[in-house]
């Protein structure tokens, strides 16, 4: 009996989601309009809308600790 099951471990689960609103993304790796983000020596990925609230942020030069 031949399986033919591909299903690579992924410890994050597969797809990639929104580490603000929970979007998943379309594709693995997320898109370039995806924003990652190391906290806390994890790895966080933000949607493109996240991602230019958090430009908008980080140009206020508002603490990273309010997103
Ligand atoms: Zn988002």
């Known amino acids: 009996m031949d399986e033919e ?5 992924d410890p994050a689960g597969g797809h990639v989601a929104c580490a603000r ?14 924003l990652c983000s190391m906290e806390n020596g994890g790895r966080e990925y ?11 942020a ?6 990273s600790a309010w997103w």
């Open 46 to 56: 933000f949607c493109e809308d996240c991602a230019r609230t958090h430009i908008r």
């Open 58 to 63: 980080i140009e206020s030069r508002l603490d």
């Open 21 to 34: 609103c929970g979007t998943v993304a379309d594709s693995d790796p997320p898109p370039p309009t995806w």
């Open 5 to 9: 099951t591909q299903h690579p471990a």
